[in-house]
């Protein structure tokens, strides 16, 4: 895209602004810290030792399979429940009253006042904020348009989960909590509101989500922490995560590719029904020492290692577990 | 306090309420209902026993009929004996033939109180005369008048309250427990909404819904069974409000924490049955043990009913009811504290 400026004043202007934003953003304290937090249910540890920070406009994942205590730890932060120890801080401080007036939530499980309609209910929310966005953006931002009308106990998964994001934004907030916010949706609606969180995410605002979905986390999230058992096991950029812990890739081939005694290979590989899998850590090498010893790789296809097998690597068990 | 808070959860819990059809009819159907069965039923006939009012009478003093009243009309079959602290107290309910005759058993004279319009106050009266002995002095005899207040007149009120009563405790109580169980409350938690303008929205929507449903009733009962109101209409709306206002709150304290629907259940009916009757819904407490009457005595629908009455039956105006008045404002205001204290967004 081609921008035109005015004068040069204009176009340096923008220039430092940008400079700005992004030596900014490396520089910037946290605006949510969260030290040490320990949540029980009667005897039952749903969060044990879970610490993170996220600095403004980035967006932060918490990973991990059902029951890890991602709902827990990000309820904790919103501060809808406290913790048992720990302290979570909102731009260096404890959180004050202001703190709702400056953040958005979007619930997993959640319900919504019953008979009234989708524009009924965001007029509703939006005289409980002091400073609400305008309704007529959100309803665009959101695609919300076609069904002002329509009561919200007749809307779709996604239709839903589209309203229930516009509440979220509907204060205008700094920072947004997402739980799970593409469970339950069919393919089509999932993208369509990675589109929309996408779209909030170029605005600036800083976005903590929480899935189960290694594609939603690389897809939508700047750093993902990956937690198991109630505890943060691995925190970075879902490509650093991939890097430290799962280097190379994978090479598929049909058993029928080698004329060789597989032993000869110089790679580690398994045999799983009909084929092999060779582990490669260096992808061109790899190819190249195929090549010179005469595997037929037309069938072959390659598996690059993704946050799944990070996450396999680091607990042993898949996410779905 | 914020208003425009309040008054946005306000408007949404009113348009749940209209829109819900089966629970707003509903909520027109079984007052109506019962007035119509009682009204057909009972029509306007009163109670079997003769009911023969004694004065002056100390509370607590439980042997109260030795006094200078004939021991063959004392003895005598199908007579209640009622107390009465004075000749006002006990004139009040012999001029609406709530009783049939009203003695003064300090009286040397034997004073006593006829309503010249009651039939059975005059079969009563020939009962008293003649327990005298022959030669005895004749008892003096004064006058009042006043008509009948009829059991539909006297009941009308209690199935008002009645119904008040059940759409607070239950249109609040259990809806807010099921808000808190399906995570309405925890989605309104993440705004800046406090529980204290929750609560009062709730309470002040529940209470326009009474009114407006009190308005319809009665006026669709009115035009069957033509009420009597001696006192002004303004003065009895405003019981009804205040009223209104004491259970709901009371039905908020009770959905401050609950998270089952079923437990929320058990613990209305708990509190409304033991209401409804001790509360003279149907019955008078009249001559019920002095116990009793004081447990009612810390029900708010025992002075709904007590000021409504007052109103309806008595003609009283606003001042004669401050003390019922002034309870019922401070079971509303005790509770909405109590509940806004106990509050859990979660479950």
């Known amino acids: 895209m081609i921008h035109w400026y005015k004068d040069k004043d204009v176009l340096f202007s923008s220039v430092r602004s940008k400079y700005f934003i992004i030596h900014h953003r490396e520089n910037m304290d946290p605006i949510l810290e969260v030290s040490h937090l320990r949540k029980l249910y009667r005897q039952t540890e749903a969060v044990a030792d879970v610490s993170f920070s996220v600095k403004e406009g980035v967006c932060l994942g918490l990973l991990g399979p059902n029951g890890a205590g991602k709902t827990t730890t990000m309820e904790m932060a919103e501060d809808i429940i406290q913790p048992n120890e720990g302290e979570i801080l909102y731009q260096g401080h404890p959180r004050t009253n202001s703190f709702r007036e400056e953040i958005g939530i979007q619930f997993q499980h959640t319900s919504l006042l019953n008979f009234l309609s989708v524009e009924e209910t965001l007029q509703t929310f939006h005289k409980l904020f002091r400073e609400p966005e305008d309704l007529n953006l959100l309803i665009q931002r959101c695609e919300l348009g076609s069904l002002l009308k329509r009561r919200n106990d007749k809307l779709s998964g996604g239709q839903l989960q589209r309203l229930m994001l516009a509440l979220a934004l509907i204060n205008k907030p700094r920072l947004v909590f997402l739980d799970e916010p593409s469970t339950g949706l069919d393919p089509q609606s999932r993208r369509n509101l990675w589109e929309i969180v996408l ?24 750093e993902v922490a990956i937690m198991d058992q109630g505890r943060v096991i691995a ?27 597989l032993d000869r290979l110089p790679f580690s590989w398994k045999q799983k029904d009909g084929q092999i899998i060779l582990e490669i850590t260096q992808i061109h090498e790899g190819l190249n020492t195929l090549l010179n010893l005469d ?22 068990k898949q996410l779905r577990d | ?19 819900d059809r089966a629970a707003f009819g509903w909520n027109f159907a079984f007052p109506f209902l019962i007035i119509l069965g009682f009204g057909f039923i009972f029509g306007g006939r009163e109670y079997q026993d003769f009911k023969v009012g004694l004065f002056p009478v100390e509370a607590g003093d439980e042997f109260f009929l030795k006094s200078s009243v004939p021991d063959a009309f004392q003895n005598g079959r199908y007579l209640e004996f009622i107390p ?23 009286s040397p004279t034997h004073a006593y109180w006829i309503n010249d319009s009651s039939p059975k106050g005059y079969i009563v009266e020939q009962l008293f005369l003649a327990s005298f002995e022959k030669n005895e002095i004749r008892a003096e005899k004064q006058v009042v008048q006043g008509l009948q207040v009829r059991y539909i ?21 259990y809806v807010v427990v099921r808000y808190r169980k399906n995570g309405t409350l925890k989605r309104l938690k993440a705004t800046p909404l406090t529980a204290l303008e929750y609560l009062s929205a709730q309470m002040f929507s529940r209470i326009f819904l009474l009114m407006f449903t009190l308005a319809v009733v009665w006026l669709g009962s009115d035009l069957i069974f033509h009420f009597q109101v001696l006192g002004s209409y303004a003065a009895l709306a405003f019981v009804f409000f205040l009223g209104g206002l004491s259970l709901c709150a009371m039905g908020l304290v009770l959905a401050a924490r609950g998270t089952s629907e079923e437990f929320a259940s058990g613990i209305l009916n708990f509190i409304t049955w033991p209401m409804m009757f001790l509360s003279e819904v149907w019955f008078s407490m009249e001559g019920a043990p002095s116990w009793l009457q004081k447990l009612a005595s810390f029900f708010p629908l025992t002075h709904l009913l007590t ?14 009811v401050s003390s019922e008045c002034f309870i019922m404002t401070l079971v509303t205001i005790l509770c909405l504290l109590l509940a806004a204290y106990l509050f859990s967004w979660n479950e």
């Open chain 2, 153 to 173: 007149d006297w009941l009308f009120p209690g199935i008002l309250a009645m119904n008040m009563m059940f759409s607070a405790l239950w249109g609040v109580g």
């Open chain 1, 235 to 261: 925190w970075d950029s879902p490509k650093q995560l991939i890097q430290t812990y799962c280097q190379g890739a994978a090479f598929i081939l049909p058993e029928s590719a080698f004329r060789l005694d």
């Open chain 2, 307 to 320: 000021a409504a009455r007052k109103i309806m039956n008595d003609g009283a105006s606003l001042s004669e």
């Open chain 2, 84 to 106: 009465f602290a004075d000749l006002r107290s006990g004139e009040g309910k012999l001029r609406h033939q709530k009783i049939d005759i009203l003695i003064d058993r300090n």
């Open chain 2, 1 to 19: 306090m914020n208003f425009s808070r309040m008054w946005a959860m306000f408007t949404a819990r009113n348009y749940e309420f209209f829109r």
């Open chain 1, 295 to 316: 595997v037929d790789l037309s069938g072959m296809s390659v598996h690059t290692p993704n946050l799944e097998d990070v996450f396999i690597h680091l607990t042993g």
């Open chain 1, 199 to 222: 779209r909030i995410k170029e605005e600036g605002k800083t976005i903590i989500l929480t899935t189960h979905s290694m594609e939603e986390a690389e897809y939508l999230c700047d």
